[in-house]
């Protein structure tokens, strides 16, 4: 059973950075597709990252294209997601996500296509 725990959500104003971390354990073969989402108060759930390939290849939404940065250690057992020049708008909790296998079609940011998720970690956003 994979387990997913985020950590590094906080308060920050505008313009700032947050550096989200999750903790991943429980893989019994190759290490899952991994995400982060996001979920506003009254929202749907959001794709926002995905790491795409075992190289590490991520994708990004494009309301943080250029802004976040999605990454892995070494070990692929901790995912990262760098997140700068901050906005009221990305106000939500954060989730990470694994996939045990490719997401059909690409869709990457369908939350369907994963079958783990966090606890997640709010990310509060102040103008």
């Known amino acids: 059973q994979v387990q997913l725990v985020e950590s590094g959500g906080g308060s920050v104003q505008a313009g700032g950075s947050l550096r989200l971390s999750c903790a991943a354990s429980g893989y019994t073969y190759t290490a899952p597709f991994m995400g982060w989402f996001r979920q506003a108060p009254g929202k749907e759930r959001e794709g926002v990252a995905a790491i795409v390939n075992s190289s590490g290849t991520a994708v990004y939404a494009g309301s943080v294209e250029g802004r976040f940065i999605m990454s892995q250690d070494n070990a692929r057992s901790t995912l990262y997601l760098q997140m700068n020049s901050l906005k009221p708008e990305d106000t939500a909790m954060y989730y990470c996500?694994?996939?045990?296998?490719?997401?059909?079609?690409?869709?990457?940011?369908?939350?369907?296509?994963?079958?783990?998720w966090g606890q997640g970690t709010q990310v509060t956003v102040s103008s």
């Open positions: 996500a694994a996939a045990q296998t490719p997401p059909a079609g690409g869709r990457w940011f369908s939350r369907y296509e994963y079958d783990y």
